[in-house]
C-alpha cells in the first residue's frame, strides 16, 4: 500500500525543483551560501567544472565526508555525481544518502559503452543530453530528470543554447508527425518507440528538462528560461564570480521573473565579475565534455 | 462565473496547479509580484523549497498582500512547501512565513529523498474514495491549535491534512495525482467567497430556510 522510492516521487521531486537554481558547490560554507541566496538545491561536488577543466587528469566522485558535510549543512536536497557507467559510486552515493545523483559528463567516464542501470536504484538520477533521442535514451534506462549538457566549466552558454533549442525543434517535429511516422522516428532517434510516442503527444520531455553548462549571469538564466528550460543548473559561475553570494541570488532572482526585463535589468546591477569564460573553438576535441556518453 | 485562482510561481510544482485548475474549469493566474493578486477570488501556495519560496516572498514583498487577501477570506490552499509556507511555527525556529495555521509543521518529516513515498489517504471530507498521495520530502503537522479540522492522517496518527476556515493544507500533492477534490473545494470557497449569496444575506438564491419561513 505504502511504496517508497516510486517513479513518482523520483520524477516528482525534480518537478519540486522547476523554476529555481541548482548549484555546484565544494564545501559546506558554499552549501550555506548557496541556501542562504535561494538555491533549490546544491551540487556537492571536490570541484567546479572550470577547475576540473583545468586539472586535467581523471575526475571521479567526490570524498564522501565531503559530501556529508554538505548534507549536513543545509536543510535543502543535496545532489551528487558519479562518473558515467560507475554503478558502484552510485552504490555508494545511495548508502550516503543524497538526494538525487548526477550521472556527470563532468566527471570522466568510466564506461564507453554503458550508462547506469539507473531502475535498479531507489535513489533518483539526472542525466545529460544534446538532443532529443539523447535524453530519452536516458529516460529509458531510469533516469527521473533531464538536464542539457551545455559545455561545463566554460561560462560560455552557446553550447546550453543550441542543446536546448535543438532539444524543443526535436520536439516540434515530432508533434507535428502522422501516428505512422514516429517508427521510423525512434529508429532515427535511437530511442524507445513509446516514449518517443508520448513526447509527440505532450510536446514536452517525459521528464523534467534544466538547462546547465555554461551559465554565469543572470540574463542567462533568463534566456534558457524564456527559450523553454524548467529551471538551471549552475556551476562555475557562481563561485568563480567575482562576488558569489550576490551572484547567486540575482540568477534565483532572474529565473523566478524571467521574462520581466525591469526586474533582469535591476538584479544584473553592480554584481562585480562573472567567471572568465572561455571560447568554444579554444578547447580542442578532446577535452569537450558535452560529447561524452552515448 | 469563472473563478480567477492565483497560482504561486515564484518556484516549485506550479505548472502542475495551473493545470489542475484549468482542468476544472477555472482560470488560473500566476504569481509572481503582488500586483498579480488583484482580482483573484483564492491563491494556491505550491510544493518547491520552502527556503527558497520564503526568500522570495520576503524579496517581492508578497506577505502582506497575501495576508490581506487571506483576511478578506479568500481560500489559500497550500501544498507540501506551501503547507510550511502557511504554518505559524516551524520545529527548528525558523520564522514563520504567512502564519495563516495555527499549527507547529516539522520540515523534511519523514527524511531524505529516499524516503518519499506514496499511498492511498483516507480524507473523510472529501467522500469514500481515498486520496492518492505523493509524499516527497514532505513535512507533517507535529501539533494543531483548537480552530484547527485535521482533513487526514497516516495510519500511525502523523496529520497530513488540515483546515482552519479558509487556509487548507496538505503535506502531499493532490497535483502530481490526478486528484482534483481539494482543488475543487478551493475553487467552491472561492465562488462563496466571491459571491456571498450563500449563507448570508439571501439575496438571489432560494434556500430551504427562506421558501420554508416564509
Not at chain 1, 577543466?53 to 543545509?74: K, L, N, Q, W, Y
Not at chain 1, 558515467?84 to 552504490?91: D, T, W
Not at chain 1, 562555475?236 to 523566478?256: L, Y
Request: charged share 25%.
Amino acid at each position: 500500500m505504502t511504496d517508497t522510492s516510486t517513479w513518482a516521487t523520483k520524477k516528482g521531486l525534480a518537478q519540486m525543483l522547476k523554476g529555481g537554481v541548482i548549484m555546484d558547490v565544494v564545501t559546506a560554507e558554499h552549501a550555506r551560501i548557496a541556501e542562504d541566496a535561494g538555491a533549490v538545491a546544491v551540487m556537492a561536488l571536490e570541484r567546479v567544472p572550470s577547475d576540473i577543466r583545468a586539472a586535467g587528469g581523471v575526475a571521479r566522485m567526490s570524498d564522501p565526508t565531503m559530501i556529508e558535510g554538505i548534507m549536513s549543512a543545509v536543510s535543502i536536497p543535496v545532489m551528487a555525481k558519479a562518473r558515467i557507467g560507475h554503478f558502484v559510486e552510485a552504490q555508494i552515493l545511495e548508502a550516503l544518502g543524497v538526494d538525487y545523483i548526477d550521472e556527470s559528463e563532468v566527471l570522466t567516464p568510466a564506461d564507453e559503452r554503458n550508462h547506469i542501470d539507473k531502475h535498479a536504484f531507489k535513489v533518483p538520477f539526472v542525466c545529460g543530453c544534446r538532443n532529443v533521442g539523447e535524453a530519452l535514451r536516458r529516460v529509458s534506462e531510469g533516469a527521473a530528470m533531464i538536464r542539457t549538457k551545455g559545455e561545463a566549466g566554460t561560462g560560455n552558454i552557446v553550447e546550453a543554447v543550441r542543446q536546448l533549442r535543438d532539444v524543443l525543434a526535436e520536439i516540434r517535429r515530432l508533434q507535428g508527425m502522422r501516428e505512422d511516422e514516429l517508427f521510423v522516428a525512434a529508429k532515427e532517434l535511437g530511442a524507445p518507440y513509446e516514449l518517443v510516442r508520448q513526447v509527440a503527444a505532450e510536446g514536452r520531455l517525459p521528464v523534467v528538462n534544466f538547462v546547465a553548462g555554461g551559465i554565469s549571469t543572470p540574463a542567462d538564466a533568463a534566456l534558457v528560461m524564456q527559450l523553454g528550460a524548467e529551471g538551471v543548473f549552475v556551476g562555475s559561475g557562481i563561485f568563480k564570480s567575482e562576488d558569489p553570494a550576490r551572484m547567486a541570488n540575482a540568477i534565483v532572482q532572474a529565473t523566478t521573473h524571467f521574462t520581466d526585463a525591469k526586474i533582469l535589468a535591476e538584479v544584473s546591477k553592480g554584481l562585480g565579475a562573472p567567471m572568465r569564460g572561455i571560447a568554444l573553438e579554444s578547447i580542442p576535441d578532446q577535452e569537450r565534455m558535452a560529447v561524452r556518453g552515448w | 462565473m469563472t473563478m480567477r485562482i492565483g497560482v504561486l510561481a515564484l518556484q516549485g510544482a506550479f505548472a502542475e496547479h495551473v493545470a489542475t485548475l484549468r482542468a476544472i474549469g477555472a482560470e488560473p493566474v500566476e504569481v509572481r509580484l503582488p500586483s498579480h493578486l488583484d482580482d483573484v477570488e483564492g491563491l494556491i501556495i505550491p510544493g518547491g523549497e520552502s527556503t527558497t519560496i520564503r526568500r522570495l516572498i520576503a524579496r517581492w514583498g508578497l506577505a502582506q498582500p497575501i495576508l490581506d487577501l487571506a483576511s478578506s477570506g479568500a481560500p489559500i490552499f497550500g501544498t507540501c512547501a506551501g503547507m510550511i509556507v502557511l504554518s505559524r511555527e516551524i520545529v527548528g525556529g525558523e520564522a514563520p512565513v504567512l502564519p495563516l495555521l495555527d499549527v507547529t509543521v516539522e520540515r523534511n518529516a519523514f527524511g531524505r529523498q529516499l524516503d518519499s513515498f506514496e499511498t492511498e489517504l483516507d480524507v473523510p471530507v472529501l467522500g469514500d474514495t481515498p486520496v492518492h498521495a505523493v509524499f516527497i520530502r514532505a513535512p507533517v503537522i507535529s501539533g494543531v491549535g483548537p480552530g484547527v479540522d485535521v482533513m487526514a492522517s497516516l495510519p500511525d496518527g502523523r496529520i497530513v491534512a488540515v483546515r482552519q476556515r479558509n487556509v487548507i493544507a496538505t503535506s502531499f500533492h493532490p497535483e502530481l495525482a490526478g486528484e482534483t477534490r481539494f482543488h475543487r473545494l478551493l475553487v467552491t470557497m472561492a465562488s462563496e467567497h466571491a459571491d456571498p449569496g450563500e449563507g448570508v444575506g439571501r439575496r438571489q438564491y432560494p434556500t430551504r430556510r427562506s421558501q420554508h419561513g416564509r
